[in-house]
Structures are given as structure tokens and as C-alpha cells.
């Protein structure tokens, strides 16, 4: 089992910055930590995944150059550092664990994760 835990939501103005955190624990081995997000009423679109090992990233076109995923293994710690925030990333912001392994995937769907938190809310105000 994995535990995971979100924190770091809150309100912010258009334009500002956010950083959430993502805790992991647990003894199961997980190989990628990914943020997802929903708003009201939608889906749970991908956001961005990060592998443990080797450190590779990937985005969705929506966030690419004004969000970063970063993570500290040593802390099993992912962070989602959002820029230039714009009103339509208002949502909660669920992180997740895969612990299946694969050399080409991006982990970018939820079925690539077995382990979520309870999410953090997020609002980008106008």
C-alpha cells in the first residue's frame, strides 16, 4: 500500500504562482508519481508525471512551460510548481502513484496509477 497526501492548494490571482506538494509513503515500490486535475463537473484530465528513477518528465500541452514537476526521492516527495496561473486551472488537483513499471509510458492516464490522494483545491481568481 501507498499512502498519498496533497497539500499546498489555496486561492490565488491570474498571472500568480503556486507550489503543492505530494507525499508519498508506504512500502510498496512505486516507479512514477503523476498530478492529475477536476473541475467541477469534468473529467480528471492528466497534468503532468515525473519517473523515480532517471527523473524524466512529461506535460500536458495545457500546462507545458508554465508548470514544472519536480521530486525528491530521498523525501518520496513530488512538488507541482505552477506559474502564470489563469482562471481555468481552478480545480482540485489529485496526486497519484503508479507501481507497475513500463519503459515507454508517459503515465499520463489514470489507469497508470494505483494510488491516489484525496486532492487539494486550487482557485485562480480573475
Known amino acids: 500500500q501507498v499512502q498519498v497526501v496533497e497539500s499546498g492548494g489555496g486561492l490565488v490571482q491570474a498571472g500568480g504562482s503556486r507550489r503543492l506538494s505530494c507525499a508519498a509513503s508506504?512500502?510498496?515500490?512505486?516507479?512514477?508519481m503523476g498530478w492529475f486535475r477536476q473541475a467541477p463537473g469534468k473529467e480528471r484530465p492528466f497534468v503532468a508525471s515525473?519517473?523515480?528513477?532517471?527523473?524524466?518528465?512529461y506535460y500536458a500541452d495545457s500546462v507545458k512551460g508554465r508548470f514544472t514537476i519536480s521530486s525528491d526521492s530521498a523525501k518520496k516527495m513530488v512538488y507541482l510548481q505552477m506559474n502564470s496561473l489563469k482562471p481555468e486551472d481552478t480545480a482540485v488537483y489529485y496526486c497519484?502513484?503508479?507501481?507497475?513499471?513500463?519503459?515507454?509510458?508517459?503515465?499520463?492516464?489514470?489507469?497508470?496509477?494505483?494510488?491516489w490522494g484525496q486532492g487539494t483545491q486550487v482557485t485562480v481568481s480573475s
Open positions: 508506504g512500502r510498496t515500490f512505486t516507479y512514477a
Open positions: 497519484a502513484a503508479g507501481s507497475r513499471y513500463s519503459m515507454t509510458s508517459s503515465y499520463s492516464t489514470g489507469n497508470d496509477y494505483d494510488y
Open positions: 515525473i519517473r523515480w528513477n532517471g527523473g524524466s518528465t
